[in-house]
């Protein structure tokens, strides 16, 4: 496996890679690798000849007194995952080669309405942040694939909308979130939970399993079982941000009609902002 630091030997070394009739997938990240991230390689060597990871901790899209100064930093760990799975180029940029004149000058990307709503009610800037920072990766790499998790079900439809919108590069693929034996989704913030609030994390998924389970059973009203599901995790010691059950094309609020969901939700439990999703497809009902 090949790392690079710039920009432009980035764009060199994939020109070569091209130039041979290879196709390219992209994987970006933010590090600290775990099996979601791992599950993201394989499916992309599925798809493509040749698979480029990408690890950079985007300040842009962190907020003011969010984790950006103790977000893991992990690249020697996982330089060594990524060649245990036999990635072909690591993309890892300082956030000097990515933004050379710094956050607060950088030309912006923000996909309206998508990224006001959810995550980015309670977290205003950090869409225009991923938007920006994927729209530039996808720029320099130029893939013919871009692979991402579903954990993130709101990102996706906005970077999904974007490339759309702007014309970027290549297909937008999203793969199943990764669990841990609990439930739990995968993600390298559930290294902030202690001991006792690494007990409780698997509620988040059980309660929105419950609101999928009513959904099934031919409960219409999404007002209820949201405010039910948000009870619940009060109750087992969440701060919840939002449970709310969409239309899982649009984002929209769900309508009685709508056979397409997904059930989103984000809470706090303790220091640590956790989300997860699970979509249901109701048309097997109808």
């Known amino acids: 496996m090949e790392t690079i630091h710039s920009i432009a030997q980035t764009r060199e070394a994939l020109a070569a890679v091209k130039a041979r009739g290879d196709t390219v997938a ?6 600290n ?3 979601g991230h791992l599950s993201l390689i394989r499916h992309a060597h599925t798809l493509a000849d040749y698979v480029v990871a990408s690890i950079f901790v985007n300040p842009l899209q962190f907020g003011p007194n969010e984790d950006l100064d103790s977000y893991p930093r992990t690249l020697a760990e996982d330089t060594d995952k990524l060649q245990a799975e ?18 607060s000058s950088q030309t912006e990307v923000k996909v309206p309405g998508l990224s006001a709503i959810l995550c980015g009610q309670s977290r205003p800037t950090h869409f225009a942040g991923v938007a920006t920072v994927v729209c530039k990766l996808l720029n320099i790499v130029s893939p013919d694939v871009s692979v991402f998790g579903l954990k993130d079900f709101q990102q ?4 999904r909308t974007m490339a759309e919108d702007l014309l970027l590069p290549g297909e937008i693929v999203g793969c199943p979130i990764v669990r841990e034996s609990t439930g739990l989704a995968m993600s390298s913030r559930n290294n902030y939970l202690d001991e006792k609030e ?5 509620m988040l998924n059980q309660t929105i399993r419950a609101a999928k389970s009513a959904l099934e059973s031919g409960n219409q009203d999404h007002a209820q079982i949201e405010n039910e599901a948000t009870v619940a995790l009060e109750k ?8 709310s059950i969409r239309n899982a094309r649009s984002l ?6 709508d056979s397409d969901l997904v059930i989103l939700a984000a ?3 303790g220091k640590t902002r956790l989300i997860d999703n699970l979509q249901v497809n109701l048309s097997a009902n109808r």
Do not use: W
């Open 198 to 202: 690494s007990n409780i994390a698997p």
């Open 156 to 159: 996706l439809i906005i970077i």
């Open 267 to 269: 809470a706090y439990l």
């Open 33 to 35: 690798l775990h099996e």
């Open 26 to 31: 992209l994987v970006p990240t933010m590090g």
């Open 236 to 243: 087992a010691g969440f701060v919840p941000d939002y449970v």
């Open 86 to 103: 036999k990635t072909d180029l690591l993309f890892a940029p300082s956030a000097k080669e990515m933004y050379p004149a710094g956050t």
């Open 252 to 257: 929209e609020s769900a309508s009685p009609g």
